[in-house]
């Protein structure tokens, strides 16, 4: 059994970590902290998982979580970097759902995140625990840095073209993504508020959102340095759960491969890949198609066979995007069966 | 393994049985079938299901039915009625989620479902799926009628109270029901329409309603006769699944029982049902807290300590109100484990 | 021209004001305060007001507000208290949005919102603004107390049973009452996230709810001190807007009446009254149906036949439930035409 | 006054037409006509216009529609050409909401609609009804061509870099457009029901939509033919109205102009446009900020400095996407005030 210890558990990511792991038949989960809770029953913050847990929540202390084999940390930004590598010392493995080490660049993770980065020496040591990408090295991480719900869906649907060098390096990608309120995590502020986000849709962070850098990290590496940047759109839909990444990139060649070619390319460069599900050509992905299921699905399109591939990718921003990729990368990191505490049915409707 | 068979697999208790029963280890499913998706995989119909079965739908046929240990009818009124004797003649096992067996007697049900009832003989042996009030001939029926889901809600939420003779039996109890959109099914009618039942909410057969016959039938048998009729009023609410039963009931005698008494009355009563959660007093339970999950929550008021105690009873329309109680059956009349397929967390948020 | 000024302007009850004025004929908007939004352009925070006006929120400065003929408070409560009396002495006449002047009894005022009145006196000389009941006093009113919105939706839905005394004396009303999330207001708290409210229903408030004294003191008014209790249960929904009132009353006398006379007396009862609309018999109103509406919709039913009435009330809960009874207020207290401003057609869908 | 008819009045662009027409100082309502609905008021079937008007929808009649100046065609693809010329004929002046004149090709009309255009000759004749680009030719026509909501949208955000000729000629416009499910229509199918549409999004027609070959022509029309061709994704999303575009288009000579200058040149593009509203530069127009509203706003941006302009641009498709489009050309074609019946504040929240 793996022990398991969560920092900061009363928001979604933390919620959602505990609906996956009390049914997990690998783990045992020992500690749950959260400073605002102390003392409470994790069931009665989430009523939800009454019958399911008896812990309650502890004040944050590292020797209850140096008992652990492995510690999520599902905390705001800066959180993290404070207390992992005191538990990088005491021999506990770390999956960090936050930010603190999804960038290589001390400097550009303090540039995007206004902050004093405080161990980055740590950064280099740091795997980007993306498992379609980074499978082998996350077996052997001690850091795991869990991939932000954007640059999932966006890596992703792009990995095979990219990998492939068919899209036109002169050209901007554009990825216009559409996420639900969740992402926005479970604070109380006034934009997140049912009367404010209902009914309604916006684009924000137009001119700069943390996820651009860790995306465009993230397609450097793939494309083995051709593709480094891209334009990025995130917009807030008045639906809890969901990321759709619409992506458009210009092929450098469009006379030198069919749609049927780029389809098949996708189905092989995900065959193995359980959580991945290529669809048939001409698919139109829902996210509720993955609601509470940990697969990122994806259909390839080229509209009137033309210049420019659209792919539609989509995952819950929670599971796959967060809490269900965690699981997976611990389930990596400890041997485990990949899917182990993670197959689970979309809910649908 | 229990070989089973889906009659009327489009529609959502159809697919949310299909969500439990792929993942159901004591389960092979064998069959399912839809007049009009025949040859159709089911998970291109539900892409939920991509990956979980390779199931097609089929036309449907006694024959290959016959090869089931059980049937599950997920159809509209009128149509189990018509396959079912066959296939108990057959020694096949018959689970009803339709309305055809819920009704003792035929000729309330010909008046309600305004048809006439083709094999009226079955009313009597049929047993009414509802396990916390009739687990034992569930065990023995060949054939049961699953029950609705407000008659679930509203009679967990009543049964102690009714058991122990404490309701005013010259007033009128009131149940004031509040549904998802997805008890009004897959069928598409205007009313469904994400913009007329959207951001509004509305009464609707303040004048009769099918479940108010079920309910007041159960009613009766609860009581032992002293409690035969109530008020039933049901709402469509813009939210996709879930039940609010709002209950107030008068009690015959104010001054010889208190809130702790009747707390402690529904405690006892539900202490070894897995699937009825009766929460702290002056809990508010969330229809969310049972998203996708086969309880029921129950809390108990009496507000300003006074003459009516109001009961507020949660379940998932789709799961305790119709599949996952079908499953839960299926487990009690297999001699299966009772939560087996059923230990799902809710979806929160 | 009527001079305007607005206290605390950055809620939903201040943007709808807003909403309603700026294309009132009879209106000059003056002055609006926010402590929290000094200097900005009012439709910088709400760009729905954009090319509406030009004004701006200014500090709370008694100076600016004696300026104005009347000044609506749309603030927390205990802030109207402590403002109006200054005002009242310039001559300035008040309308309260909030619930300072509503309760007539001091003690209960205090008891019910735990702090000490300020202005005990001016509970007396205070108008209750329900224009169906009260117009004659609203009209020489120099402080108007307007009604909260469940308040609103219930006192009209029983009122003409309740003149006419044709309710049970001894037994229960029974309100069951569902609300959109505005009513709530603008405020960042936990339970009024989209990710919170989103696609549930739960009560709240079962055991005691500031609006209960107020239905009952609008009850014991209206009913001649016949009726002076009832028992109420608010319950929040996922929509926006909306209150849908579903009243359960006992009739004294069930053999003296019949469901036509009922609708006859509710027909009659409300001739006169443009903003209710008895619908006829068997309606079943949606909330949507007013939307941005000052209307309150109302139908009659008797289920079975039997002993009980139910009347279902809907209104918007920031219209008639707030800022658009706030305008018929003010335009009984200036002889304005009393559907100045307010001849709105709901937004459907 | 003017006298007014509408063809097809059960649907969204029906009912809206009728919420803005029953307040308009100008018009008298003469005539709606609905096949399905003969003899039913308007206010049984929306009862948000109880009230409002006493009209009766009849049997479609062209003696009765040819009493009046101005008809308005609220119907599926393919009505409005069977009937339109006669109403020509007859001297009545139209404004079609449908698609059957929007396209100056029959060719091109034919291959999308997918069936014979009955009356090629009036698609030269036919005014397509932006006013912001065809007001002159809209005040003298007889047939006006009520453009698409989405059209309308993308149309209005890029018209100032069209006309400047400011965008790369070579490169691919991208369209990435959501709308609210009110677009679908009021017709019963599955995929707009809210079990089916709610807390999810997808793309659709992303092989082609009908709305491409509109924008086509309009882009091509502003630009002087320099641009011909978008790629253009819609969404479906869980939301009643509102149409968001967020709209990608490569400057041709970055160099040549900062965003500051592009800002200014849409603030002068748009100054005399009542209802085109420019934000601020950094703006994030909500739809919400045009609910119900006939306006469409605008903000400019240009991530990190690059090549790439984002222009977002939202409307409320039912009013500035349809009927209050409808009316604003009707207004002109009358020389009544342009914003004459239009001058709403949107519903926020």
Redesign the interface.
């Known amino acids: 059994m793996i022990k398991v210890g969560i920092v900061g558990g009363t928001g ?1 990511t933390g ?1 959602e970590l505990l ?1 996956l792991l ?2 997990h038949a690998g783990v045992e989960l020992v500690v749950i902290t959260s400073r605002t809770e102390v003392g409470r029953p994790v069931s009665a913050l ?7 847990t008896d812990l309650a929540f502890s004040v944050p202390d590292v020797k209850a979580l140096a008992g652990c084999d492995v510690v999520f940390f599902a905390t705001p930004a800066g959180v993290a970097m404070r207390q992992v590598p005191e538990l990088l010392d005491r021999g506990v493995r770390v999956i960090d759902l936050s930010a603190d080490f999804r960038l290589r660049n001390a400097g550009d993770w303090e540039h995007w995140y206004r902050m004093e980065h405080t161990c980055p020496a740590l950064l280099d040591e740091a795997v980007y625990g993306l498992p379609e990408v980074n499978r082998t090295h996350i077996g052997h991480a001690r850091l795991v840095a869990n991939p932000g719900c954007y640059p999932t869906a966006v890596q992703l649907g792009l990995k095979p073209l990219l990998e492939a060098q068919l899209i036109c390096g002169e ?2 990608i ?1 990825a ?1 993504c ?1 996420s ?3 992402g926005a995590g ?5 934009g ?13 962070g ?3 959102h943390r996820h651009q850098p860790e995306i465009e990290q993230g397609l450097s590496l793939i494309s083995a340095g051709t593709i480094n ?1 891209l ?3 995130p ?1 807030l ?6 990321i ?1 990444a ?1 992506l ?1 990139a ?1 092929l450098a060649d469009p006379e030198a491969i069919s749609l049927p070619e780029i389809q098949t390319l996708y189905e092989k460069a995900y065959h193995d890949e ?1 959580f991945v ?1 290529v ?1 048939p050509t ?12 940990n ?1 990122c ?1 994806i259909a390839v ?1 080229r ?2 066979g ?3 591939v ?1 792919i ?1 990718s ?1 995952i819950d921003n ?1 599971v796959k995007g967060a809490s269900g990729q965690a699981v997976q990368n611990m389930n990596i990191m400890f041997s485990r069966p990949e899917r182990e505490g993670l ?1 689970l ?5």
Chains 1, 2, 3, 4 share one sequence.
Request: hydrophobic content about 35%; overall charge positive.
């Open positions: 979604y919620v609906r009390v049914r989430f009523p939800s998982l009454r019958g399911h050209s901007t554009v216009d559409k639900g309120v969740s479970r604070g109380a502020h006034v997140a508020l049912l009367c404010e986000a209902g009914d309604s849709i916006h684009a924000y137009v001119e700069g940047r334009t990025f759109v917009h839909l008045p639906m809890i759960r969901g759709h619409t458009y210009r359980h599900d669809m001409g698919s139109l992905p829902e996210t509720r198609s993955v609601r509470g299921a697969h699905r399109h509209p009137g033309g210049d420019t659209v539609l989509v929670l197959d049915v979309a809910l649908l409707p």
